[in-house]
Nanobody, 117 residues
Framework: QVQFVESGGGLVQPGGSLRLSCAAS????????MGWYRQAPGKQRELVAR???????IYADSVKGRFTISRENAKNTVYLQMNSLKPEDTAVYYC???????????WGQGTQVTVSS
């Protein structure tokens, strides 16, 4: 079963930027659609961005225009560029399949993003 390792989170002020990375232990091309999810304290995990093999993207309304998902199939890596961050973006961010559902046994540890002044 493929495993994902997320990195790049941290503490950032409102309006700041972060770039998250997700390294997969297997082929993301074979998985197909990949996604970034997030879970804020006391809330359910939600899908915020997804990207197909060919690079087509879909975003949740809450992040549209601020976040950009990308992938490098040859490196089995998915990225999430986050700009104009808001306090409500504070969450643990995870990557997983999104075709259309995540792989239940492949969740990584996630990476914490905290947006605060």
């Amino acid at each position: 079963q493929v495993q994902f390792v997320e990195s790049g989170g941290g503490l950032v002020q409102p309006g700041g930027s972060l770039r998250l990375s997700c390294a997969a232990s297997g082929s993301i091309f074979s998985i197909g659609v990949m996604g970034w999810y997030r879970q804020a304290p006391g809330k359910q995990r939600e899908l915020v961005a997804r990207i197909t093999r060919a690079g087509s993207t879909i975003y949740a309304d809450s992040v549209k225009g601020r976040f950009t998902i990308s992938r490098e199939n040859a490196k089995n890596t998915v990225y999430l560029q986050m700009n104009s961050l808001k306090p409500e973006d504070t969450a643990v961010y995870y990557c997983n399949a999104a075709s259309p559902f995540p792989l239940p046994d492949s969740w990584g540890q996630g990476t914490q993003v905290t947006v605060s002044s």
